[in-house]
Each structure stands twice: as structure tokens, then as C-alpha cells.
């Protein structure tokens, strides 16, 4: 089951989204579709309509994401949804060796009225205190990035938790070893269609 893009986009106004996915088997499978919560947002928001659906080979099957939103959005969301074809079983009997492959794609979810933003890892505030590098996100944008943060001008480098920072959320990660004066960090982040756009460099607020 091979979809038709890498990123997911949900816009709160148009009340539904869609995406195409195709069956690039040689035979009948079933398409499982799904809604996965992140740990930090299990709130149910967005459902798919048809779960599971049979797709002929070659043919390609439009799934549709509904909301259900208990109030109107105020910030971006985050969420992962996953699309696996389970193939059919044969009828003669025979002994077969099946592997089912599951994509795995970025859902966010913009709220109405929201302007969009092009490059909101430029809203990130960079910190560091003590032994700690912090990455605060006081914007409403969901801010997807490499795990992995340059130090300048030190070469160091530093792993944060996880490859985004929800809105007004703050990441930390340790410094595990000795950093001489941070001045500015190099991050590679992706823009909201999941492009990376190479590195950027912003400034750290020592404390």
C-alpha cells in the first residue's frame, strides 16, 4: 500500500482530509487504516471513516479523515497515521509466507483561523542553563526537527527527546560532557510537508 504523500494535513475549516492510497500488489489486499494518539496528546480528534477497506491490484482506494473535535482548536496538533495492507488469504490451501508492510505518516491538524506559518522552527527559544540545552515552542505550531542539535561554535552535539516540540511545549537534554559558551545552535528542521531544508542556525540564551 504505497501512499500519495509523506505528510498528512488536516485543515480544522474544511472539516475532513484526504488521502490516496495505492495498491501496488500483484493481488487483492485489505487496507487497515488508522489514527495513532502521541503520548502526549491521546485526546481523540481526528477518525478515519472506513478503517478497513479491500483494494484490488493496481486500483487505488481514497481514505478519508473526519474530525471530532469537542471544541474549536487553538493550537496545531499532532498525530500519526498509519495505513497497512494485509493481504488475502489464498483458498487452495497452500503454504504462503506473507510480510505486511505498515506506513507509518505525520498528522497534523491546523485550527481555523490560524495563519500559516512557513518556518516556525524560527519561533524556537534556545536556552541553556546549568547542564541542560532547553528548547522552548511559545508558538501555536507543532515544530518538526532532527533529534540531533549542533553547539557552536564547540562542535558539540547533543540529542533531544524526540523529532518535534508541540506548542508551548519545552524540551531539555543534558550535556554530557563539558560545553565551553554555547552562542547558537544548528538544527536541520522540516517544513510542515515533511521537506527537510537543510540547517539552520539560531541563537542560545546562556543563564
Do not use: C
Request: hydrophobic share 40%.
Amino acid at each position: 500500500m504505497q501512499p500519495e504523500t509523506t505528510v498528512v494535513i488536516f485543515y480544522e475549516e474544511h472539516g475532513q482530509a484526504h488521502i490516496n492510497v495505492t495498491n501496488t500488489d500483484a493481488g487483492p489486499t485489505l487496507l487497515h487504516s488508522k489514527v495513532e494518539h502521541i503520548p502526549e496528546d491521546p485526546e481523540l480528534s481526528v477518525i478515519v471513516t472506513q478503517p478497513v477497506v479491500r483494494v484490488d491490484a493496481g486500483q487505488t482506494q481514497l481514505i478519508r479523515l473526519v474530525g471530532a473535535f469537542t471544541e474549536p482548536l487553538k493550537t496545531q496538533r499532532y498525530k500519526r497515521v498509519t495505513f497497512e495492507g494485509i493481504p488475502q488469504k489464498k483458498l487452495d490451501g497452500g503454504a504462503t509466507v506473507g510480510i505486511n508492510i505498515r506506513h507509518n505518516l505525520p498528522l497534523i491538524i491546523h485550527p481555523k483561523g490560524l495563519p500559516r506559518h512557513s518556518a516556525p522552527w524560527e519561533l524556537l527559544k534556545w536556552t541553556v542553563e546549568g547542564e541542560n540545552l532547553a528548547v522552548q515552542n511559545d508558538s501555536p505550531y507543532v515544530v518538526r526537527l532532527s533529534e540531533r542539535v549542533q553547539l557552536n561554535p564547540a562542535n558539540a552535539s547533543v540529542a533531544l527527546p524526540r523529532t518535534y516540540v508541540l506548542p508551548g511545549e519545552t524540551l531539555t537534554a543534558e550535556l554530557k560532557a563539558p560545553v565551553s559558551a554555547v552562542t547558537s545552535v544548528t538544527i536541520q528542521p522540516a517544513t510542515l510537508y515533511g521537506f527537510a531544508i537543510g540547517n539552520f542556525d539560531a541563537p542560545v540564551v546562556s543563564r
